[in-house]
């Protein structure tokens, strides 16, 4: 249940993030107003490596980052409690309170 939840809510930040990239290159590449087309490829200023390159790099990022997140919380992956003061400080809190 925990994995599939996990899935969703990677899919859904990796939609959010291609569509907040495309908009921005959009936005770059043929202008802001609504009057433009949405052809963002064959606009007058293009990223260095183009805008269709640089539109499959970020898709292989965003795939790289959405397995590495899947990874984190995968099965087996249980939370465990971990403990904020290492022994040190509990040394020094016993030495304070007595």
């Not at 969703?8 to 936005?27: D, K, N, P, Y």
């Amino acid at each position: 249940m925990l994995t599939r939840l996990c899935a969703a809510v990677v899919a859904v930040l990796a939609i959010a993030h291609v569509t907040a990239f495309l908009s921005a290159l959009r936005r770059y590449t043929v202008g802001a107003g609504l009057t433009h087309k949405l052809d963002l490829f064959s606009g007058p200023w293009q990223p260095p490596l183009t805008a269709a390159g640089v539109s499959v790099l970020f898709g292989l990022a965003i795939l790289g980052y959405g397995w590495w997140l899947l990874r984190l919380a995968g099965p087996g992956r249980e939370p465990q409690l971990v403990s904020v003061c290492p022994s040190v400080c509990h040394s020094q809190r016993r030495t304070v309170d007595q």
